[in-house]
């Protein structure tokens, strides 16, 4: 007895040796982190501004001017890019809120050195670089914008690696009445000086319906192409 006495502890540590060694760690994220993106290491995240900050892999700028809230030119490699922020856009001159997103990207990155993350695409059709661009100390610019409503959601595929991540900030600006959700009075409910979305930018077709019928009485046209069939009716596909 004596002996079994002695020889139980030792099975014991034992088995439980063999089962922690038989344990995974977790590697899943909080559900409401980001998707990772082109351009950054596997694993990588950007992240809401009370979160821990990351700073991806990319290239590094210095932000030399800053033109309006969703624009700016950096240089790099001993040479000067304007560069367009990718998923977002804010509003234009002469539009309300313009000067509030302007001093807020300037804010943010004016004489800042910043990281640009490509999505796909290298310049949109204007010859600007497109790219998601982060402070050194991991904040995510173009969330940024969209988190204190600064901005909208805009999606030019191919580059919508951070869309659905935009749109969870933009619903969040929407019900916090950040910025200029603060005043749907003035900005409506989509905007409707060119055509910028197409049915998948909508989650239901009471929203499309909403930016349809809103594009419609203060424009007089179907300024997205949201109404396929001209019964009235946008995106008849969603639910």
């Excluded at 932000?63 to 001993?78: F, P, R």
């Excluded at 991991?138 to 991540?165: I, K």
């Excluded at 005043?183 to 055509?195: A, T």
């Excluded at 179907?222 to 009716?233: A, M, N």
């Amino acid at each position: 007895m004596k002996f079994l006495a002695r020889l139980f502890p030792v099975l014991f540590l034992s088995g439980l040796f063999i089962a922690c060694r038989n344990v995974t760690p977790s590697t899943q994220g909080p559900s409401d982190q980001p998707p990772a993106f082109a351009g950054a290491p596997a694993g990588d995240t950007s992240q809401p501004a009370e979160s821990p900050p990351t700073t991806p892999a990319g290239e590094r700028a210095k932000v030399t001017h800053v033109y309006d809230g969703d624009t700016i030119k950096v240089e790099a490699g001993g040479r000067s890019y304007r560069l367009r922020y990718i998923g977002v856009d804010t509003p234009e001159r002469e539009e309300p809120f313009y000067q509030e997103a302007l001093d807020f990207n300037r804010q943010l990155v004016e004489d800042q050195t910043v990281i640009l993350v490509k999505d796909v695409s290298e310049t949109d059709q204007y010859g600007r670089l497109l790219r998601y661009v982060y402070l050194e100390d991991g904040t995510f610019v173009n969330a940024e914008l969209m988190l204190n409503g600064m901005a909208r959601l805009v999606t030019f595929p191919p580059d919508v690696a951070q869309t659905n991540y935009f749109r969870e900030l933009q619903r969040q600006a929407q019900e916090a009445g950040a910025g200029m959700w603060s005043r749907p009075d003035l900005v409506g409910p989509c905007d409707c000086d060119r055509n910028l979305y197409d049915c998948r930018d909508f989650q239901t077709q009471s929203e499309a319906q909403t930016c349809y019928d809103y594009c419609m009485e203060t424009t007089g046209r179907d300024v997205h192409r949201l109404d396929g069939s001209g019964t009235g009716r946008a995106c008849k596909s969603l639910p």
